[in-house]
């Protein structure tokens, strides 16, 4: 899943492609590096980051989709937690609603999903991105994220969403310490027991920064790493900034597998 930002303020690259034909063309690159799906979103959800509005949000994203779905058949991702950025987004040619919120922040959200017959990456996070990294704390991670897990799969299947439509993620970084992403890379075998595909985000995060000393544009060879442990416990889907490198990763971690 290649990571496309339409955002002025994302941790990484924020602004980068903030112009809709530059997010255009490098989510059109992303394909050709080997990307499966290309992941949109218009709103930034990094710590402390401040809420958009709805028309602003989707002003940045639909252009964007519109313009990759005209040019290629890639399964595109909405990465949002409003129910009618969802719709519309899905009306522009998108397949999947990333949210962050587990279905949570927005109440039409689980209903829209299922109506539209999307799928749902339904992931984990404790508070809000404003709040979300203030003092987190868990007595024991794992279970808590498996508990949400399950309290969330019982609604998304009671709100009519397909079991084969969703999509876990233990959300590394969303109300997480240091310690708390490590374990969840070393234990993501734990939450295949739920049977479903997982997807893991650890592209470019502070956790690396802070493990291996390096600056925000220095956390290359660890995000490979972590890509490679993750794929290795279970992970289905890796979210990536950069898909060229991180498919070289993959295809050696695989190989390995089968051998």
Do not use: C
């Amino acid at each position: 899943m290649g990571i496309l930002n339409v955002t002025p303020d994302s941790f990484f690259d924020g602004g980068k492609y903030s112009n809709t034909e530059d997010a255009i063309k490098h989510g059109l690159e992303m394909v050709e590096d080997g990307a499966d799906i290309i992941d949109v979103g218009g709103e930034s959800t990094r710590p402390y980051s401040k809420p958009v509005s709805l028309e602003d949000e989707l002003n940045r994203v639909i252009p964007v989709i519109k313009g990759i779905r005209s040019k290629s058949d890639i399964l595109i991702s909405i990465d949002t937690y409003k129910a009618r950025v969802a719709k519309e987004a899905f009306d522009a040619g998108a397949n999947m609603v990333n949210d962050i919120s587990g279905l949570g922040f927005d109440k039409d959200m689980a209903k829209t999903v299922a109506k539209l017959g999307a799928y749902a990456v339904i992931m984990h996070i404790k508070g809000t991105p404003q709040d979300m990294q203030l003092s987190p704390s868990y007595k024991d991670v794992i279970k808590e994220i498996k508990d949400y897990f399950q309290e969330r799969i019982d609604f998304a299947l009671s709100s009519g969403i397909e079991r084969e439509k969703i999509i876990l993620d233990p959300g590394i970084g969303f109300g997480k310490r240091i310690e708390d992403n490590l374990k969840i890379i070393k234990e993501l075998k734990t939450f295949k027991e739920f049977g479903l595909p997982l997807l893991i985000g650890t592209s470019m995060k502070s956790f690396i920064g802070h493990v291996t000393d390096s600056e925000l544009h220095e956390r290359v060879e660890g995000t490979l790493a972590s890509i490679a442990i993750s794929i290795w416990n279970g992970a289905d889907i890796v979210r990536v900034h950069d898909v060229k490198k991180a498919l070289k990763v993959i295809k050696l971690v695989y190989a390995v597998m089968k051998s």
